[in-house]
C-alpha cells in the first residue's frame, strides 16, 4: 500500500508540472501576443525552478545550450484579436492570470525584506543586454516572475491596454508620466467615454472609463498579492492624483448631453464602486503584509474613504460607499497583525459604524438607501455579516494571548460572547460559524471555565437543530476543532473526579458520529492519551498504549488518525508515572522503537525532541539497572541529530544528579555524577555565550540548580565550594542578560544541603562559612522556605562541635527569625530538636509542649507551603 501511495503521489506531481508547463506555455504566448515585441521570460516559482518556453524559436537555440540561462525567446505573434475591445478583455485575462500566478510561485516582497530583485521603474524594462544573468540580477529583457517582477508585468500589458483604450488619439499615458501631455492634466481622451465596437454582427457599447480603472485594479490586486505595499499604493496614487479626476470630470460633462440623470447618477456610482475596489486593494497589500505600520496606513485609508469620499475627485455629493469586503479586510489585520486590546477595540468601533450605517438606510425586501444614493435591490455588500462579527469575536479572543493576567483574559472572553449574542439578537439572517463558536471556547478554556466553554458548544449545536442559516447549508455545525474543545473542556473538568472525565470523552469518542458527524482525528485521540497519563490510575500506561495501537493500525487507512509526537509523548509520560512496573524503561523504549519502524514506512512523523526527552526522563526514573547509561546513549543521539534543547539537557543533567538505591535488595542502581553535569552545563553556555537568544540550548534556572544538586548528592570533595561557584556562575548568566537563569529559592537550599552533607572533617569549616554566606546572600534573592531553615539547622548540628556556644547563639538567632518570617514547619521543629540542647530546646519551645506534641501558634508557621 505505501509503493502504491508513492507512485499515487509521483503521477500528482508530475500532474502539477504538466499543469505548470500549460499555464507557463500560455503566459508566454498571451504576453508576446500582447506586446508585439521580442520579449524573453523567465517564469521562477518559490523553490527556484525554471520553466521553460515550449515555445522557442530558431534565435534561442544558443540560449538553449547555456546551462546558466535556460531561457525561452518568444517571437512577435500577431495579435488574435480584431477588436479593441477583444484585446482588452485579452490582456485582462492575462494581467489576472498573472496575479494568480504570483500568488501560487511569488516570493513575499514587502518593503522591508525582499529576497527578489527590486528594480526602479524606470529601467524595469531596459534592453540593453541580450544576455541572462544569475538569479540575484536583472539584465537585458529578462522578465523574472517573482513577486515583483511578475507585478511589471502586468504594469507593461497595462500600458499597453492604456494606449489602446486612447485608440488613435494622442497617447496619455507612458511608462506612468504625463510627459506626453502638454498641460499635465492627463485629458488626452476626448470626446466622450463610450466606444462603439462590432462583435459577432452585432453593435455593443463598451464603457471604457469603467474599463480602465477596473485594469489599474487588476495591477493593483497583483502587486497587492505579492505583499509590496509601495508598489500597490503607487498605482493607487497615480488613479486617484492622475487619472480619475479628468475622468469623473468627462462623466460630470456628460450629464445632459444623452441620456437621463438617473442614468447618469447609475454611471458615477459604477465608477464610484471600482474606485472603492482601488481603496480595498491597496488595504489587501497593507493587511497581507502582516505589518503593524501597514495595519495603520490600512485604517487611514479606511478613514480616508469615510471621511472625504467623492470630494478627492471632485464629486463632493457622491459619497463612496465603503462595501463590507473593505470593512473585513480592515477587521482581519485588527485580529491578526500584532493582536493587542487596542485593536480589539477598534475593530468593535467598525463593528458599531457598520451596524448604525445598515440600521439606519436599510429596509427589508427593499434596495438600500444610503446617503441618498439608491443601491440594487438585494445589495448585501454594504452591511455586516457573519464574518464581520467573526473577526470582531476573534480580535477580542486574541487580544490578550500574551497576557499573563486573568483579569484581562476574562474581559476579553465577555466582549466576544456579548458580540456573539449581540450577532444572534440583532441580525437572525446572519449564521456564526464553528470558526466563531471555537474562538470563544478556546479563551474560555485559557481561564479555565469549562462550564461556559462547553455553554458555547451546546449553543452551537442548538443552533444547528434549528436550522440557523435557512437554505444556505451554513448553520453552525461543529466541526472537529469544536469537538477536541469540547473533550478538552471535559478532560479538565474540576467538577468531576479525573476517571470521570476520562469515561465522558471515551463515550464522546465512540459515539462522536451518531451524535456530532464529527469524525475523531489524531488530536480526539490525543487528548485522551494525555488524560491517561494524568489520571494516576494503574492502568492509565495499559489503557495510553492500546489507544495509541489502535491509531497506528488505522492510519494505514486513514492518515486524519496518524499518531505524532503528542502521541507517543503522552503515552511514554504515562509509562514514565506507572510507578509499579519495573520495566518501565524498556517499555518506553518498545513504544520509541515502533515509532521509528513507522516512520520507515511513511506513516508517522520522525521522532520530535519531546518525545526523545519523554524517553530520556522514562529511562532515567525508572529502577532498571544500566537506564542511565541507555539515557546516555540516546541523548548522544539526540545530539547528534540537532534536536537537543535545553530540555534535554537538563533531563540528561538530573539522571547525571540522582542517587537510587534498588527496592528489592537496597544495591546502587544511581548514583550523582556531579563533573557529568557540569560538563553539560559547560556546554550549555558555551552555546549560549556565541550564539545568544538564537541558541535552542540555554541554560536556566534548572540547568544549574541541577548541577548543584549533584555536588550536593555526591561524595566529591569541597563539594560545598563547588556548589557556591556553580551558584555565582548563574547569577552571572543572569545579570548577564540570561532572564532564564534567575535564581530563586532552591538553588539556595541546595547550596545548603551540600554544605549539610559535608562529611570530612577538614572541610567543615569551610562548610559552615559557605553556608551562613549563602543564607545572607538568598534574602538578597529571594525568601527563605521552611526548607531553608530546617536545612540550615541540620547543617549547624553536623558542621560545629555539639557543645559550643557559638553553636546555641546561631541555632537560637536562625530560629528566631524564623518564626518571624511564618516558616516554622515540622521540618524546622524535627531539627531544631536534633541540633539544639535541652535547655535550648526548652528555652525555645518548652511553652508550646502538649501530651499531644507541640502546638506552636499560627504565627509561627503562617507562611508554610
Known amino acids: 500500500s505505501s509503493s502504491s501511495s508513492r507512485r499515487t503521489t509521483t503521477l500528482r506531481t508530475q500532474s502539477r508540472e504538466d499543469e505548470e508547463g500549460q499555464v507557463h506555455g500560455w503566459l508566454l504566448q498571451s504576453t508576446s501576443s500582447i506586446l508585439g515585441d521580442e520579449v524573453t521570460l523567465n517564469l521562477i516559482n518559490n523553490d527556484h525552478e525554471r520553466y521553460e518556453s515550449y515555445i522557442v524559436t530558431d534565435d534561442a537555440a544558443d540560449a538553449e545550450d547555456d546551462d546558466d540561462c535556460n531561457c525561452g525567446k518568444i517571437?512577435?505573434?500577431?495579435?488574435?484579436?480584431?477588436?479593441?475591445?477583444?484585446?482588452?478583455?485579452?490582456?485582462?485575462?492575462?494581467?489576472?492570470?498573472?496575479?494568480?500566478?504570483?500568488?501560487?510561485?511569488?516570493?513575499?516582497?514587502?518593503?522591508?525584506?525582499?529576497?527578489?530583485?527590486?528594480?526602479?521603474?524606470?529601467?524595469?524594462?531596459?534592453?540593453?543586454?541580450?544576455?541572462?544573468?544569475?538569479?540575484?540580477?536583472?539584465?537585458?529583457?529578462?522578465?523574472?516572475?517573482?513577486?515583483?517582477?511578475?507585478?511589471?508585468?502586468?504594469?507593461?500589458?497595462?500600458?499597453?491596454?492604456?494606449?489602446?483604450?486612447?485608440?488613435?488619439?494622442?497617447?496619455?499615458?507612458?511608462g506612468y508620466n504625463t510627459s506626453d501631455d502638454d498641460d499635465g492634466d492627463c485629458d488626452g481622451v476626448k470626446g466622450g467615454s463610450t466606444?462603439?465596437?462590432?462583435?459577432?454582427?452585432?453593435?455593443?457599447?463598451?464603457?471604457?472609463?469603467?474599463?480602465?480603472?477596473?485594469?489599474?485594479?487588476?495591477?493593483?490586486?497583483?502587486?497587492a498579492t505579492g505583499k509590496n505595499v509601495e508598489g500597490a499604493e503607487r498605482r493607487f496614487l497615480l488613479l486617484q492624483q492622475q487619472i480619475l479626476p479628468p475622468l469623473m470630470q468627462r462623466v460630470k460633462g456628460d450629464e445632459g448631453s444623452s441620456g437621463s440623470g438617473q442614468q447618469q447618477q447609475q454611471r458615477q456610482h459604477v465608477l464610484l464602486k471600482l474606485y472603492e475596489e482601488s481603496y480595498r486593494g491597496v488595504i489587501r497589500a497593507c493587511i497581507r503584509s502582516r505589518e503593524r505600520k501597514y495595519l495603520t496606513r490600512a485604517i487611514e485609508l479606511l478613514e480616508d474613504m469615510q471621511q472625504r469620499g467623492g470630494r478627492i475627485i471632485g464629486l463632493a455629493r457622491c459619497p463612496i460607499i465603503i462595501t463590507t469586503q473593505t470593512y473585513n479586510l480592515v477587521l482581519y489585520g485588527l485580529a491578526n497583525c500584532d493582536p493587542c486590546v487596542e485593536n480589539a477595540r477598534r475593530a468593535e468601533s467598525i463593528l458599531d459604524e457598520m451596524t448604525t450605517s445598515i440600521m439606519e438606510h436599510c429596509r427589508p425586501n427593499e434596495g438600500a438607501v444610503v446617503a441618498g444614493r439608491c443601491y440594487p435591490e438585494g445589495d448585501t455588500t454594504i452591511g455586516p455579516d457573519s464574518n464581520t462579527f467573526r473577526q470582531v469575536i476573534t480580535a477580542w479572543t486574541k487580544s490578550c494571548h500574551r497576557s499573563g493576567n486573568n483579569n484581562d483574559v476574562a474581559i476579553a472572553a465577555a466582549k466576544a460572547r456579548r458580540i456573539l449574542d449581540r450577532m444572534l439578537s440583532d441580525f437572525p439572517s446572519l449564521y456564526p460559524d464553528a470558526s466563531t463558536f471555537n474562538a470563544i471556547?478556546?479563551?474560555?478554556?485559557?481561564?479555565?471555565?469549562?462550564?461556559?466553554?462547553?455553554?458555547?458548544?451546546?449553543?452551537?449545536?442548538?443552533?444547528?437543530?434549528?436550522?440557523?442559516?435557512?437554505?444556505?447549508?451554513?448553520?453552525?455545525?461543529?466541526?472537529?476543532?469544536?469537538?477536541?474543545?469540547?473533550?478538552?473542556?471535559?478532560?479538565?473538568?474540576?467538577?468531576?473526579?479525573?476517571?470521570?472525565?476520562?469515561?465522558?470523552?471515551?463515550?464522546?469518542?465512540?459515539?462522536?458520529?451518531?451524535?456530532?458527524?464529527?469524525?475523531?482525528?489524531?488530536?480526539?485521540?490525543?487528548?485522551?492519551?494525555?488524560?491517561?497519563?494524568?489520571s494516576r490510575l494503574e492502568d492509565a500506561a495499559n489503557r495510553a498504549e492500546v489507544l495509541l495501537g489502535y491509531m497506528e493500525r488505522r492510519c494505514r487507512h486513514d492518515r486524519t488518525v496518524a499518531p505524532d509526537g503528542y502521541s507517543y509523548t503522552s503515552t511514554i509520560h504515562a509509562i514514565e508515572r506507572s510507578r509499579h512496573h519495573e520495566a518501565r524503561g524498556a517499555w518506553a523504549e518498545g513504544v520509541f522503537r515502533r515509532m521509528e519502524g513507522?516512520?520507515?514506512?511513511?506513516?508517522?512523523?520522525?521522532?520530535?525532541?519531546?518525545?526523545?526527552?519523554?524517553?530520556?526522563?522514562?529511562?532515567?526514573?525508572?529502577?532498571?539497572?544500566?537506564?542511565?547509561?541507555?539515557?546516555?546513549?540516546?541523548?548522544?543521539?539526540?545530539?547528534?541529530?540537532?534536536?537537543?534543547?535545553?530540555?534535554?539537557?537538563?533531563?540528561?543533567?538530573?539522571?547525571?544528579?540522582?542517587?537510587?538505591?534498588?527496592?528489592?535488595?537496597?544495591?546502587?542502581?544511581?548514583?550523582?555524577?556531579?563533573?557529568?553535569?557540569?560538563?553539560?552545563?559547560?556546554?550549555?553556555?558555551?552555546?549560549?555565550?556565541?550564539?545568544?537568544?538564537?541558541?535552542?540550548?540555554?541554560?536556566?534556572?534548572?540547568?544549574?540548580?541541577?548541577?548543584?544538586?549533584?555536588?550536593?548528592?555526591?561524595?566529591?570533595?569541597?563539594?560545598?565550594?563547588?556548589?557556591?561557584?556553580i551558584l555565582h556562575r548563574m547569577l552571572e548568566s543572569y545579570g548577564e542578560g540570561n532572564s532564564a537563569a534567575r535564581a530563586g529559592t532552591y538553588a539556595f537550599n541546595a547550596?545548603?544541603?551540600?554544605?549539610?552533607?559535608?562529611?570530612?572533617?577538614?572541610?567543615?569549616?569551610?562548610?559552615?562559612?559557605?553556608?551562613?554566606?549563602?543564607?545572607?546572600?538568598?534574602?538578597?534573592?529571594?525568601?527563605?522556605?521552611?526548607?531553608?531553615?530546617?536545612?540550615?539547622?541540620?547543617?549547624?548540628?553536623?558542621?560545629?562541635?555539639?557543645?559550643?556556644?557559638?553553636?546555641?547563639?546561631?541555632?537560637?538567632?536562625?530560629?528566631?527569625?524564623?518564626?518571624?518570617?511564618?516558616?516554622?514547619?515540622?521540618?524546622?521543629?524535627?531539627?531544631?530538636?536534633?541540633?539544639?540542647?535541652?535547655?535550648?530546646?526548652?528555652?525555645?519551645?518548652?511553652?508550646?509542649?502538649?501530651?499531644?506534641?507541640?502546638?506552636?501558634?499560627?504565627?509561627?508557621?503562617?507562611?508554610?507551603?
Open 75 to 174: 517571437s512577435t505573434v500577431s495579435s488574435f484579436a480584431r477588436t479593441d475591445e477583444e484585446y482588452i478583455l485579452h490582456a485582462e485575462s492575462v494581467m489576472r492570470a498573472y496575479g494568480q500566478w504570483i500568488a501560487r510561485h511569488g516570493k513575499s516582497s514587502s518593503s522591508s525584506s525582499s529576497s527578489s530583485p527590486r528594480l526602479n521603474d524606470d529601467d524595469a524594462f531596459d534592453n540593453d543586454d541580450d544576455n541572462c544573468g544569475d538569479d540575484d540580477s536583472y539584465c537585458g529583457t529578462t522578465l523574472r516572475c517573482s513577486a515583483i517582477n511578475a507585478a511589471k508585468i502586468v504594469d507593461m500589458i497595462l500600458t499597453r491596454s492604456l494606449e489602446v483604450i486612447d485608440g488613435n488619439r494622442q497617447r496619455i499615458i507612458r
Open 195 to 223: 466606444i462603439t465596437t462590432t462583435t459577432g454582427g452585432s453593435a455593443r457599447v463598451v464603457d471604457w472609463d469603467a474599463k480602465l480603472i477596473e485594469l489599474i485594479n487588476v495591477a493593483i490586486d497583483a502587486w
Open 441 to 534: 471556547m478556546t479563551i474560555y478554556l485559557k481561564l479555565g471555565k469549562t462550564d461556559e466553554a462547553l455553554a458555547v458548544f451546546d449553543l452551537m449545536n442548538t443552533l444547528h437543530a434549528s436550522g440557523r442559516g435557512g437554505d444556505s447549508g451554513n448553520t453552525a455545525v461543529p466541526d472537529t476543532y469544536s469537538f477536541n474543545l469540547m473533550l478538552r473542556a471535559i478532560q479538565i473538568h474540576a467538577h468531576r473526579s479525573r476517571e470521570e472525565n476520562i469515561e465522558a470523552v471515551e463515550e464522546l469518542i465512540e459515539t462522536s458520529r451518531e451524535r456530532y458527524q464529527v469524525r475523531p482525528d489524531v488530536n480526539s485521540y490525543n487528548i485522551l492519551i494525555d488524560a491517561y497519563a494524568k
Open 598 to 725: 513507522l516512520h520507515s514506512e511513511g506513516l508517522v512523523e520522525a521522532p520530535t525532541t519531546p518525545v526523545y526527552n519523554a524517553l530520556m526522563n522514562c529511562l532515567i526514573t525508572s529502577e532498571e539497572r544500566g537506564s542511565v547509561e541507555r539515557a546516555e546513549a540516546l541523548f548522544s543521539e539526540t545530539a547528534e541529530a540537532g534536536l537537543a534543547n535545553t530540555r534535554t539537557y537538563n533531563t540528561m543533567m538530573k539522571g547525571y544528579s540522582m542517587f537510587r538505591r534498588s527496592r528489592i535488595d537496597g544495591s546502587i542502581i544511581a548514583y550523582s555524577r556531579p563533573r557529568k553535569a557540569e560538563k553539560l552545563l559547560d556546554e550549555m553556555e558555551l552555546s549560549y555565550y556565541s550564539k545568544g537568544l538564537a541558541s535552542p540550548i540555554i541554560p536556566d534556572k534548572y540547568s544549574y540548580t541541577t548541577v548543584i544538586s549533584a555536588y550536593g548528592r555526591s561524595n566529591a570533595t569541597r563539594k560545598a565550594a563547588k556548589s557556591l561557584m
Open 751 to 865: 547550596v545548603l544541603n551540600a554544605c549539610a552533607h559535608t562529611r570530612h572533617p577538614d572541610e567543615r569549616l569551610e562548610a559552615f562559612t559557605i553556608l551562613c554566606s549563602t543564607l545572607i546572600l538568598l534574602k538578597d534573592w529571594a525568601k527563605p522556605d521552611h526548607t531553608t531553615y530546617g536545612t540550615f539547622l541540620q547543617a549547624c548540628a553536623r558542621l560545629l562541635p555539639r557543645d559550643e556556644a557559638r553553636k546555641w547563639r546561631v541555632v537560637e538567632a536562625v530560629f528566631d527569625s524564623c518564626t518571624k518570617e511564618g516558616q516554622c514547619g515540622d521540618l524546622v521543629l524535627k531539627e531544631l530538636k536534633g541540633v539544639a540542647s535541652p535547655e535550648l530546646y526548652e528555652a525555645l519551645v518548652g511553652r508550646f509542649l502538649t501530651e499531644d506534641g507541640l502546638d506552636i501558634p499560627l504565627q509561627w508557621r503562617r507562611n508554610v507551603a
